[in-house]
Each structure stands twice: as C-alpha cells, then as structure tokens.
C-alpha cells in the first residue's frame, strides 16, 4: 500500500468507516429462515453453572433449537439449567449417560476447561454436534488430538467465540483485510478488572468445584479465561499465527491459595514483525476489555467488554499530506462533522446496522450460526481451527511466562 492515502483512497475510507452497512445476511433473514425449519435442533447443556445457566437461557431464545436435558454435578446448577430448558428435559449428572439419550442432536460443554478435551472426544464418538466454550484445550497435545479427531468427523464442531459473530467484528475485520488501517504493526489488549475473581463459598469442600479458574489442575487461568478472546480475534482480523511468544506473569497481589496468576502481560509477534500485547490484571479496571489496533495511515480502538463500541483514528500527517483545507471542504463524500473531525485526529465512529449490545445478542448470533450450519451441512465462523490456534497460543503464553522464555510457534501446530 502506498504510504500516503490519495484522494480518492481517503473519500473512500471515509464513506467506509461512517456508512452503517449489512454483514453478508441479516439476522432477521437468518431467524425467518431458522423458524421455518420444521425440526428443531434438541441439545443437550453439559455443565449449568453461571456460563451454561445463561446460554440455557439464551439458546430458548433461538430460533431452531431446544435445550432437551442438562447435566451437572452439583444439584443446585442442575435445577438452574432445567428451569431454563424445555418442558419435560431430562437432568443428569454423568455426561456419558446424557450422550446415550437418543434423540439429542448436540451437545453444549460449558465446563471447566479441562474437561472439554474428553468430553468433547466422546461427545464426537456418540455422533452428536458439538458447542465447546473456549478455551479449547488445556493443553498443545489435547488441541491437535481433538482437531484431528472432528476433522475425521462429519459434526459441526462450534468453538464459543461469540466476538467473532459480532457485526462489528466483522466490519473492523473486514476493514483491515482492505487496508484501512495500513499496515499493522502494533496491537495491544487490555483484559482489566479489579476484582480478586473469587467465588465465595462457606462449604471448603466445594472451593475447587467454584473456584477452578484458580487452579492449575483445571484452568490456564487469565491467558484462558481472559486474553484467550482477544488472542482469537487478534489471529484472525491479522489472518496469521504468532511466531513467537514471551511474557510475566505472577501471584503478587491475592495471597489467597491460588495457582494461576493474578496478573498476565504477554508479547506475541506475528509475520511481518508486527506485535501483539496480551495483558489481564484483577488489581486495575482503568481500560477495562479494550483493543487496540495501530497501523501506518490509521488505528482503530475498541471498547467495552460485550456490546462493544469501535472508533477510527486516521494518521493526521497522512491526511494532511494529501487534502488541503480548502479540499477537504470540498469533499461531499463524508460529513461536514466528519471532516473536522478527521483533521483533528477526533474519533469516527464505526458504525453497522442491528449491532449486537449486549453478551446475550453475540452468543445468541453465534448459536444462531450453529444451528444454521447443523441444518446446511456448513463450517461455523468460530470452528476447531480458530479454536485449537488459540488454545495452542494460550498455552505457548503460560509455559513462556511459567519458564521465563520465549516460546516457538511449530510447524506441526498447523493442524
């Protein structure tokens, strides 16, 4: 791309990031055609704690779907999960008895990351449809052995990362790949909260059970449960794998028993040599979940941890390299407003039509995505390989922040 944007790039741009544009189909067209379906998917919700409670919740208000049995093993988070599902659903609490119920078409894994590995792998071999939560994997081995195994598979495997059905998403990705921002170099990611992340409980007994974000046994912890989003969205919107991976981590704050980390700040570089900072810490809200894209002409920031909001910066000495003043208030293709503000290096926001506000609309556009490719015999938008890339990422973080040393992206990563 050349490195000044010429007049017409700029009108161009302008219309670009202003216009308020469709993503490839409409939901409505998507829910009318779900609707019409004359059979519904029946899906099974292996884990009903807060995560799998809501989307039981969400998926009664999706087209095309019902949730016909739950599974959990502590009692309470079962009857949480049934309240949400169809009349009649069956509870469980052994998943291996739930995949034996016939007429269950998915599954849905909502449980802690180390037990998506194996409960995905039998859900797989019970011939069911798979929704697995992110991460993936707790480990490399586990990601490229559960990808080998859905690819030889004819399942819709679904990985839970809803950002990647955001109409914003898709427009800020899609302004990327076209150049918008230049060439990348720098992004960074701010996963921030002040929280200690802790679930009470008076029952010790049920600590693990709660609280296994804290454990190494069960969790990758912050670079799992946090960055692990903004890692998928970085690898696809960049349409490229990390090369190499360093970063610090440690327990410096909460000296509570905990095994993962308190706080992460991780480095990825990326083909081209651009870089990628990862960072979560639960001592800090300033930033909160934001994304950061910086490229030569432009840079585009996005807010807010669900319902996201995104806002363009164009580069003021490539603007004022190509437009005068005076050709600037000749320009018709953008606003007045725009204009002014364009020159001043002022935010443009990123606009789209019918974009999702909140958790419950992106999850429920993704698990309108599954259902849809159940039905068509399609790929999801967020599918095993997205999945297993970042797993295998996460992991490559915590073991470069767990042995103080940079980690190498390997060929027979690839899938």
């Given at each position: 791309?050349?490195?000044?944007?010429?007049?017409?790039?700029?009108?161009?741009?302008?219309?670009?990031?202003?216009?308020?544009?469709?993503?490839?189909?409409?939901?409505?067209?998507?829910?009318?055609?779900?609707?019409?379906?004359?059979?519904?998917?029946?899906?099974?919700?292996?884990?009903t704690g807060?995560?799998?409670?809501?989307?039981?919740?969400?998926?009664?208000?999706t087209p095309?779907?019902?949730?016909?049995?739950?599974?959990?093993?502590?009692?309470?988070?079962?009857?949480?999960?049934?309240?949400?599902?169809?009349?009649?659903?069956?509870?469980?609490?052994?998943?291996?008895?739930?995949?034996?119920?016939?007429?269950?078409?998915?599954?849905?894994?909502?449980?802690?990351?180390?037990?998506?590995?194996?409960?995905?792998?039998?859900?797989?071999?019970?011939?069911?449809?798979?929704?697995?939560?992110?991460?993936?994997?707790?480990?490399?081995?586990?990601?490229?052995?559960?990808?080998?195994?859905?690819?030889?598979?004819?399942?819709?495997?679904?990985?839970?990362?809803?950002?990647?059905?955001?109409?914003?998403?898709?427009?800020?990705?899609?302004?990327?790949?076209?150049?918008?921002?230049?060439?990348?170099?720098?992004?960074?990611?701010?996963?921030?909260?002040?929280?200690?992340?802790?679930?009470?409980?008076?029952?010790?007994?049920?600590?693990?059970?709660?609280?296994?974000?804290?454990?190494?046994?069960?969790?990758?912890?912050?670079?799992?449960?946090?960055?692990?989003?903004?890692?998928?969205?970085?690898?696809?919107?960049?349409?490229?794998?990390?090369?190499?991976?360093?970063?610090?981590?440690?327990?410096?704050?909460?000296?509570?028993?905990?095994?993962?980390?308190?706080?992460?700040?991780?480095?990825?570089?990326?083909?081209?040599?651009?870089?990628?900072?990862?960072?979560?810490?639960?001592?800090n809200a300033?930033?909160?979940?934001?994304?950061?894209?910086?490229?030569?002409?432009?840079?585009?920031?996005?807010?807010?941890?669900?319902?996201?909001?995104?806002?363009?910066?164009?580069?003021?000495?490539?603007?004022?390299?190509?437009?005068?003043?005076?050709?600037?208030?000749?320009?018709?293709?953008?606003?007045?407003?725009?204009?002014?503000?364009?020159?001043?290096?002022?935010?443009?926001?990123?606009?789209?039509?019918?974009?999702?506000?909140?958790?419950?609309?992106?999850?429920?556009?993704?698990?309108?995505?599954?259902?849809?490719?159940?039905?068509?015999?399609?790929?999801?938008?967020?599918?095993?390989?997205?999945?297993?890339?970042?797993?295998?990422?996460?992991?490559?973080?915590?073991?470069?922040?767990?042995?103080?040393?940079?980690?190498?992206?390997?060929?027979?990563?690839?899938?």
């Open positions: 791309m050349s490195s000044n944007i010429n007049r017409r790039k700029f009108i161009q741009l302008g219309a670009a990031v202003t216009a308020a544009i469709p993503f490839t189909m409409s939901m409505g067209s998507i829910n009318n055609n779900l609707e019409s379906s004359e059979e519904s998917i029946r899906i099974g919700v292996i884990g807060n995560r799998g409670e809501w989307e039981c919740y969400i998926l009664k208000q095309g779907i019902k949730v016909v049995a739950c599974c959990d093993i502590i009692p309470a988070h079962l009857q949480n999960g049934l309240n949400e599902a169809e009349i009649g659903a069956k509870g469980y609490s052994d998943y291996r008895k739930m995949l034996e119920q016939k007429d269950i078409d998915a599954v849905l894994i909502a449980t802690p990351q180390h037990l998506h590995y194996q409960m995905a792998i039998d859900a797989i071999n019970a011939d069911k449809h798979v929704i697995c939560e992110k991460t993936l994997t707790l480990n490399t081995e586990d990601a490229l052995i559960l990808s080998k195994r859905v690819k030889s598979s004819k399942k819709v495997f679904q990985v839970g990362y809803q950002w990647q059905s955001s109409l914003l998403f898709n427009k800020i990705h899609q302004m990327v790949q076209d150049g918008k921002c230049g060439k990348i170099t720098h992004i960074r990611c701010n996963y921030n909260r002040n929280t200690d992340w802790r679930r009470k409980t008076e029952d010790q007994k049920l600590e693990r059970l709660l609280n296994w974000r804290m454990y190494r046994e069960y969790s990758g912890g912050l670079m799992a449960e946090l960055c692990s989003h903004h890692i998928n969205i970085v690898n696809w919107i960049l349409d490229s794998l990390p090369i190499k991976i360093m970063g610090m981590g440690g327990i410096d704050y909460y000296r509570d028993g905990r095994e993962t980390y308190d706080n992460v700040n991780t480095i990825f570089e990326y083909p081209g040599g651009t870089k990628a900072s990862f960072q979560a810490i639960t001592t300033f930033e909160s979940t934001t994304i950061v894209i910086m490229g030569t002409e432009g840079s585009i920031v996005i807010e807010k941890e669900e319902g996201q909001i995104a806002h363009y910066y164009s580069e003021p000495s490539k603007v004022k390299s190509v437009l005068s003043d005076d050709e600037l208030q000749k320009i018709d293709a953008i606003s007045s407003a725009t204009r002014k503000a364009w020159a001043r290096n002022e935010p443009i926001p990123i606009t789209v039509e019918n974009n999702t506000i909140d958790d419950l609309e992106t999850t429920r556009a993704m698990f309108i995505d599954f259902v849809d490719c159940v039905k068509n015999n399609k790929t999801p938008i967020s599918n095993i390989d997205n999945g297993r890339n970042a797993a295998i990422a996460v992991d490559l973080a915590n073991k470069a922040m767990d042995n103080n040393q940079v980690e190498y992206w390997k060929a027979e990563y690839n899938g």
